[in-house]
């Protein structure tokens, strides 16, 4: 219990929409006198829906947040994912006190830091150098520990020239660029850091996602972190929330969540046939990605190579024609054909039964992205005799490769590294 630093019990958060308080006075009557002097549940509790988006709800009343129930140790650098209007900002709002929660209760050891939105926690009227004195007595800094830390914030944030200026005439990119400096800066136990970090440009996000991994490696300080970036999640973190209506739908490592999440729960890592294709004289039976022991299956570094498994069936006394040919495309999540491969299968399909092939691509070849497989069993410009299509999604991120660090991956979908010559 020593090493929570925040803890989650039965965290609700619950929105009444279009008016204020419960809509009329003898509701609020009603609601005081049971809660504060009967020392009963709010009545008006038991009204509201999940926060599903999609459909159109009945009550007036919503759960933003629903059950949240968790723990983070210190030194963790956890990572909420999920979809817009999923309860990431409120999650985090109610961790920084920007809100109250409904029902249950959030324990967190230490000073918190929070950057949620831009401008959050600055006075438009006040200088840089003010909001940075501000924000350090709000977090219960003195003067002469603030005044200490000072000029690594500057320096990080890069406003040295505007310090004095006061920050309603910063652009929101330098406004981000200060308020993150000083959330990492002054030292506090637990970092929060919203998708905010979006709005600064990419030499600061890298910045950035280098701090917070000091702040958590190097200094041991917890870090919650929330963006729609999946390869900053997968460098930065190690455990993964990902929440889905208001509620936790999965929790896990950040490679397991981050998969979990792409996949949708409908496109995995694994194809196994139906019925109706089992039927097929020759067909795709079973298809899977593997991993190594420290690897999480669909999930692979820049520097990895991707492992394919095919398992074909074939029927009693069917006779696979000479020609007949393995095929396999790899594609990117949006269906850019990224290469194909071909294998001669007849001769390895002579048996009835069931056949193994085993596909490696080489690593350091395909940018980081999200992909998937085609596999069709053919006989070149005459028959298919089966077709897969948009099976075992896979994933490929940065891992900090120092080819990946000089060359960026904006630049295509293939990495190629080049000869130069100059003469």
């Known amino acids: 219990m020593s090493n929570v630093a925040i803890k989650f019990e039965g965290v609700g958060k619950l929105y009444q929409l279009g008016v204020m308080g419960t809509g009329t006075l003898s509701h609020d009557l009603n609601r005081w006198w049971q809660t504060r002097v009967l020392g009963k549940e709010d009545p008006y509790l038991k009204v509201g829906q999940v926060n599903d988006r999609s459909t159109k709800g009945t009550s007036d009343y919503v759960w933003a947040l629903q059950n949240i129930t968790f723990d983070i140790n210190k030194g963790d650098v956890v990572g909420i994912i999920g979809r817009n209007g999923a309860g990431k900002s409120t999650l985090l709002k109610l961790l920084s006190r920007v809100t109250t929660p409904t029902v249950g209760t959030i324990k967190a050891r230490g000073r918190i830091a929070s950057l949620l939105e831009v401008g959050t926690g600055f006075h438009p009227e006040l200088t840089g150098r003010e909001n940075i004195y501000m924000n ?66 990419a030499e600061f996000q890298k910045k950035a996602i280098g701090k917070m991994q000091d702040v958590s490696k190097g200094e041991g300080r917890t870090v919650l972190f929330v963006s729609h970036n999946m390869d900053s999640m997968l460098n930065l973190c190690q455990k993964g929330i990902l929440l889905e209506n208001g509620t936790v739908k999965y929790a896990s490592t950040i490679q397991e969540t981050v998969s979990y999440y792409l996949q949708g729960g409908s496109r995995d890592s694994k194809y196994v046939a139906n019925e109706k294709s089992s039927s097929k004289n020759l067909f795709v039976k079973e298809a899977s990605l593997l991993g190594t022991e420290n690897q999480q299956i669909g999930m692979y570094k820049f520097d990895e190579g991707i492992h394919l498994s095919i398992k074909l069936g074939k029927q009693s006394g069917f006779v696979v024609d000479s020609k007949c040919v393995l095929g396999v495309g790899f594609y990117t999540q949006n269906r850019v054909k990224m290469c194909t491969f071909e294998y001669l299968i007849s001769e390895a399909t002579e048996k009835d039964g069931e056949y193994t092939f085993d596909l490696k691509l080489p690593s350091c070849i395909f940018a980081p992205g999200d992909y998937a497989f085609d ?11 089966d077709a897969v299509r948009e099976i075992c999604a896979c ?29």
């Open 375 to 385: 596999i069709v069993l053919h006989v070149p410009n005459v028959q298919i005799l």
């Open 136 to 201: 350090g007595s709000i977090m219960g800094m003195t003067r002469s520990e603030i005044t200490r830390k000072l000029d690594e914030i500057v320096d990080f944030a890069g406003v040295a020239r505007y310090l004095d200026t006061p920050t309603k005439r910063y652009s929101s990119g330098m406004t981000v660029r200060l308020g993150f400096a000083i959330a990492a800066f002054l030292e506090p136990e637990i970092l929060v850091v919203d998708e905010v970090l979006a709005v600064g440009d």
């Open 395 to 423: 994933k490929i991120f940065d891992n900090g490769t120092d080819y990946l660090k000089y060359n960026g991956v904006n630049n295509g979908l293939v990495v190629v590294k080049p000869e130069w010559n100059v003469g």
